[in-house]
């Protein structure tokens, strides 16, 4: 496939887990489903939002090839397959091709803290193991060090690496990685909150939690940047602003699965070490929801 494949819209898709914790296919394929009929162009499993780190390697595996079976050909999958381990993620994208996903999502190496030249070997060895695309997730939040652009704009040159999804919070770095990057490498934007911002900075679109919710309103906003119509644009981003910062009230999926079981969809409860809402957080989720769903009725 080739990059401008992805979309505008990918959404990160949460896992839902059955009564008992296992996860849940039926109910995953159902969600799939609503988000491609709500806008989502690519659809990314196993990412952060999936709870991936609680994920064993075999749940995942079953998840891609649920997604692969019933997507192929429709929609792009793209499998989160990122580790802190070189070999683990070598091992992980090379199952996850041979299952048929379309794309892999790669994070910088977590807690273990690699140097520049430690991330760009990293990358560059998953890259050489597999044919299919690949998207760097850089997310110093999680990771504890940000990847550069430099060292991004080393790793373009490798060809199925094509894209980056920049949750850094920074403009600037967006701004910076457009100038040191071919034109035809994508850059995707990590925040829900900062979409416009970084569009305006050069990016294609954004790898999304709130598409859970607002898939068809978040397209429209991208779709007013597009044609330079700021003024809808910033219409859209204000009126989505906060059920933005409200799904990230506390840690990513827990404010989003709550409002997913708001919406009918059948959750379960996240896994340890991650727990559900308390009152307190689940009523500010809720007044959020119920005033978004409000504006776009």
Do not use: C
């Amino acid at each position: 496939m080739s990059n401008a494949q992805f979309g505008r819209l990918i959404t990160a898709m949460i896992t839902p887990f059955d009564p008992a914790g296992a996860v849940d296919m039926e109910q995953s394929i159902h969600i799939a489903d609503y988000l491609v009929e709500n806008g989502t162009e690519t659809i990314l499993v196993a990412g952060t939002t999936g709870e991936s780190p609680t994920l064993t390697h075999d749940e995942e595996y079953a998840l891609f090839d649920a997604m692969v079976k019933r997507f192929k050909g429709k929609v792009p999958i793209m499998a989160g397959t990122g580790s802190n381990s070189t070999r683990t993620a070598i091992a992980a994208s090379q199952k996850a091709e041979q299952i048929g996903v379309d794309a892999l999502l790669q994070v910088v190496p977590y807690y273990n803290k690699p140097s520049q030249e430690g991330m760009y070997q990293h990358f560059k060895a998953v890259a050489e193991s597999v044919s299919i695309p690949i998207m760097l997730y850089n997310i110093p939040g999680r990771t504890g060090v940000n990847m550069l652009p430099e060292t991004v704009a080393r790793l373009a040159s490798i060809p199925n690496i094509v894209s980056i999804k920049e949750a850094a919070g920074d403009v600037e770095q967006a701004k910076a990685l457009r100038q040191v990057l071919p034109d035809d490498f994508l850059i995707y934007s990590g925040d829900d909150a900062l979409t416009v911002d970084f569009m305006k900075a050069g990016a294609a679109g954004v790898v999304s939690v709130a598409s859970h919710i607002a898939g068809r309103q978040i397209q429209e906003m991208m779709q007013a940047v597009v044609d330079e119509d700021w003024a809808t644009a910033e219409q859209w981003n204000q009126r989505l602003m906060p059920l933005f910062e409200g799904l990230f009230l506390t840690s990513n999926p827990v404010p989003v699965k709550h409002a997913m079981r708001l919406l009918g969809f059948a959750m379960g409860a996240p896994r340890l070490p991650l727990v559900d809402l308390t009152d307190e957080e689940a009523q500010k989720v809720e007044v959020i929801l119920d005033s978004y769903l409000e504006s776009v009725s």
